[in-house]
Nanobody, 124 residues
């Protein structure tokens, strides 16, 4: 079993930056494929970014490409989402997720473990 705990959310003005962190435990962290997904009010949960176990490869949704960066520190069992040039439409609950197999995906159905989520609010 893998436990994931997000932190770093909050309220920020449009154009600002925020860094989300996700602490993982329960399995060898470098064997886990990790990702961030989000759910805006009244909308379905959607892919934001994912990263392979080594951190060598990452993928991004078009809506965040160039503004968000996913990274990980396997020595600390952490994955991060650096968010810049935030927009009101980035307002959502952000979820950290892990896949037991280190196989690249952008689909939430492929993720095996989920954090409880953390709220990010971007005001205009």
């Amino acid at each position: 079993q893998v436990q994931l705990v997000e932190s770093g959310g909050g309220r920020v003005q449009a154009g600002g930056s925020l860094r989300l962190s996700c602490a993982g435990s329960g399995r060898t962290f470098s064997n886990l494929f990790m990702g961030w997904f989000r759910q805006a009010p009244g909308k379905a949960r959607e892919f934001v970014a994912t990263i392979t176990g080594s951190g060598a490869s990452a993928g991004y949704a078009d809506s965040v490409k160039g503004r968000f960066t996913i990274s990980r520190d396997n020595a600390k069992n952490m994955v991060y989402l650096q968010m810049s040039v935030l927009k009101p439409e980035d307002t959502a609950v952000y979820y950290c997720a892990a896949r037991g197999r280190n196989v690249f995906t952008i689909f939430e159905r492929d993720m095996d473990y989920w954090g409880k989520g953390i709220l990010v609010t971007v005001s205009s």
